[in-house]
Structures are given as structure tokens and as C-alpha cells.
């Protein structure tokens, strides 16, 4: 953990969120600024920086991150119809410097995305 991190203070309840779905490995919440009617984030409670740090002793963390976003993607009525985003690096968008999962759906989507 990271206690600078503000997704580790999420991971570890220090600030609380309504979560969508939570185990001892991953958390899933609603975005606070959605760009899509369904916009949630899959993130592992594990710090790691983001998707370049993804190590081989993380590949099944992984999995497990894009198998709850579909489980949530149904429960949120948006099925097999989503686009997953993770960004790597402040050039590519990325603010939160803890690897998290974009969920977007309820709309279409368009490409190429930016």
C-alpha cells in the first residue's frame, strides 16, 4: 500500500465508497465523474502503479479485475456491450497512479476514442 494513493485509501476504507463489488483482492465503485450512463472502475487492492507495472505474479489479479467487470457489466444492465479503458502514464490520461479498469457502457461508443 501506498498512503499517498488515493485508490489505496479507497482499498483500505480510509475514505469510503459504496462499493460495487469487494473481495480481499479487488474493489469496484462508480466513477464520480461518468462519462457513459454506466462508468464504474475495477481496481486491485494491491498497489501497482499501473498497467506497465503489472508483473507476472499479477496476471491472474488481472483476470480476476476484467472477470468482475463483467459480472458487474451484467448486474449493471449493460451486458456484453462495454469498453474497458486503463490508462498508463500522464500522456495517456492517467491521474490516479494505481492500476484501475474503466467500465463505460450504456451508450455507443465511438472510435477512435481520443
Known amino acids: 500500500m501506498d498512503d499517498s494513493c ?6 483500505t476504507g480510509a475514505i469510503p465508497v459504496a462499493p460495487l463489488y469487494e ?10 465523474a461518468p462519462q457513459a450512463p454506466v462508468h464504474f472502475l475495477v481496481i486491485p487492492k ?4 499501473g498497467p ?8 491472474q489479479l488481472l483476470g480476476k479485475m476484467l472477470r468482475t467487470a463483467a459480472t458487474i457489466a451484467q448486474e449493471q444492465g449493460i ?4 469498453r474497458v479503458v486503463a490508462n498508463n502514464g500522464a500522456k495517456a490520461g492517467q491521474t490516479v497512479f494505481h492500476l484501475h479498469l474503466h467500465i463505460l457502457g450504456g451508450r455507443a461508443m465511438q472510435w477512435p476514442p481520443g
Open 23 to 32: 473481495d480481499e483482492d479487488v474493489l469496484a465503485f462508480s466513477d464520480i
Open 6 to 11: 488515493l485508490f489505496c485509501k479507497i482499498a
Open 52 to 59: 506497465a507495472a503489472i508483473g507476472q505474479e499479477d496476471e
Open 79 to 82: 451486458g456484453d456491450q462495454y
Open 46 to 49: 494491491k498497489h501497482i502503479i
